[in-house]
Nanobody
Framework: QVQLVESGGGLVQPGGSLRLSCAAS????????MEWYRRVPGKRRDVVAV???????TYVDSVMGRFTVTRDDAKNTMYLQMNSLKFEDTAVYYC?????????WGEGIQVTVSS
Protein backbone atom coordinates (compact mmCIF):
# COMPACT_ATOMS: atom_id res chain seq x y z
CA GLN A 1 0.00 0.00 0.00
CA VAL A 2 1.21 3.48 -0.84
CA GLN A 3 0.76 6.48 1.39
CA LEU A 4 0.89 10.07 0.24
CA VAL A 5 1.60 12.62 2.93
CA GLU A 6 1.08 16.33 2.30
CA SER A 7 2.85 19.03 4.25
CA GLY A 8 3.54 22.75 4.07
CA GLY A 9 0.04 24.13 4.47
CA GLY A 10 -1.06 26.71 6.95
CA LEU A 11 -2.12 30.31 7.34
CA VAL A 12 -0.69 33.00 5.08
CA GLN A 13 -1.57 36.61 4.30
CA PRO A 14 -2.78 37.64 0.86
CA GLY A 15 0.16 38.05 -1.46
CA GLY A 16 2.22 35.54 0.47
CA SER A 17 3.65 32.18 -0.56
CA LEU A 18 3.52 28.58 0.55
CA ARG A 19 5.07 25.42 -0.79
CA LEU A 20 3.11 22.21 -0.45
CA SER A 21 4.89 18.87 -0.50
CA CYS A 22 3.47 15.43 -1.21
CA ALA A 23 5.75 12.58 -0.24
CA ALA A 24 5.07 9.03 -1.35
CA SER A 25 5.99 6.19 0.98
CA UNK A 26 7.81 4.45 -1.83
CA UNK A 27 8.65 4.75 -5.48
CA UNK A 28 5.69 3.93 -7.70
CA UNK A 29 6.03 2.67 -11.25
CA UNK A 30 3.46 3.39 -13.90
CA UNK A 31 2.45 6.87 -12.80
CA UNK A 32 1.18 8.91 -15.73
CA UNK A 33 0.36 12.14 -13.97
CA MET A 34 0.99 13.79 -10.62
CA GLU A 35 -1.85 16.09 -9.69
CA TRP A 36 -2.91 18.70 -7.16
CA TYR A 37 -6.56 19.32 -6.32
CA ARG A 38 -8.34 21.58 -3.89
CA ARG A 39 -11.74 21.67 -2.28
CA VAL A 40 -13.59 24.57 -0.77
CA PRO A 41 -16.25 23.61 1.82
CA GLY A 42 -19.53 22.89 0.11
CA LYS A 43 -17.99 22.50 -3.31
CA ARG A 44 -16.50 19.65 -5.28
CA ARG A 45 -12.82 18.85 -5.39
CA ASP A 46 -11.28 20.53 -8.45
CA VAL A 47 -7.97 19.99 -10.19
CA VAL A 48 -5.42 22.77 -9.76
CA ALA A 49 -2.30 21.49 -11.51
CA VAL A 50 -1.18 18.42 -13.39
CA UNK A 51 2.38 17.30 -14.07
CA UNK A 52 2.80 14.63 -16.70
CA UNK A 53 5.36 11.86 -16.56
CA UNK A 54 7.27 13.68 -19.30
CA UNK A 55 7.40 16.84 -17.24
CA UNK A 56 4.70 18.92 -18.89
CA UNK A 57 2.72 21.01 -16.40
CA THR A 58 -0.77 22.36 -16.87
CA TYR A 59 -2.77 24.60 -14.57
CA VAL A 60 -6.29 25.79 -14.03
CA ASP A 61 -6.68 29.37 -15.25
CA SER A 62 -7.18 30.81 -11.78
CA VAL A 63 -3.67 29.81 -10.65
CA MET A 64 -1.79 30.23 -13.93
CA GLY A 65 1.38 32.23 -13.40
CA ARG A 66 1.14 31.96 -9.62
CA PHE A 67 1.44 28.22 -8.91
CA THR A 68 4.17 25.85 -10.05
CA VAL A 69 4.12 22.07 -9.80
CA THR A 70 7.39 20.18 -9.69
CA ARG A 71 8.73 16.84 -8.55
CA ASP A 72 11.86 15.31 -7.11
CA ASP A 73 12.01 11.68 -8.17
CA ALA A 74 14.94 10.95 -5.88
CA LYS A 75 12.75 11.90 -2.92
CA ASN A 76 9.48 10.44 -4.29
CA THR A 77 8.02 13.87 -3.67
CA MET A 78 5.99 16.37 -5.63
CA TYR A 79 5.58 20.04 -4.80
CA LEU A 80 3.19 22.88 -5.38
CA GLN A 81 4.77 26.29 -5.06
CA MET A 82 2.03 28.85 -4.50
CA ASN A 83 2.86 32.53 -4.86
CA SER A 84 0.76 35.69 -4.76
CA LEU A 85 -1.88 33.85 -2.78
CA LYS A 86 -5.42 35.19 -2.76
CA PHE A 87 -8.36 34.80 -0.40
CA GLU A 88 -10.00 32.51 -2.93
CA ASP A 89 -7.08 30.08 -2.77
CA THR A 90 -8.26 29.05 0.68
CA ALA A 91 -9.08 25.34 0.51
CA VAL A 92 -8.01 21.87 1.46
CA TYR A 93 -5.35 20.76 -1.02
CA TYR A 94 -4.88 17.15 -2.09
CA CYS A 95 -2.21 15.42 -4.09
CA UNK A 96 -2.88 12.50 -6.38
CA UNK A 97 -0.84 9.98 -8.33
CA UNK A 98 -2.70 8.72 -11.37
CA UNK A 99 -1.86 5.96 -13.81
CA UNK A 100 -2.97 2.62 -15.18
CA UNK A 101 -4.25 0.78 -12.15
CA UNK A 102 -2.95 3.61 -9.97
CA UNK A 103 -5.05 6.14 -8.15
CA UNK A 104 -3.53 7.28 -4.87
CA TRP A 105 -4.65 10.32 -2.90
CA GLY A 106 -3.24 12.20 0.01
CA GLU A 107 -5.45 13.02 2.96
CA GLY A 108 -5.42 16.73 2.28
CA ILE A 109 -3.90 19.76 3.92
CA GLN A 110 -5.49 23.08 4.80
CA VAL A 111 -4.34 26.30 3.20
CA THR A 112 -5.89 29.47 4.59
CA VAL A 113 -5.29 32.88 3.08
CA SER A 114 -6.39 35.56 5.50
CA SER A 115 -5.35 38.97 6.71
Amino acid sequence: QVQLVESGGGLVQPGGSLRLSCAASRRILGVNTMEWYRRVPGKRRDVVAVLSESGIATYVDSVMGRFTVTRDDAKNTMYLQMNSLKFEDTAVYYCRLNGVGIDYWGEGIQVTVSS
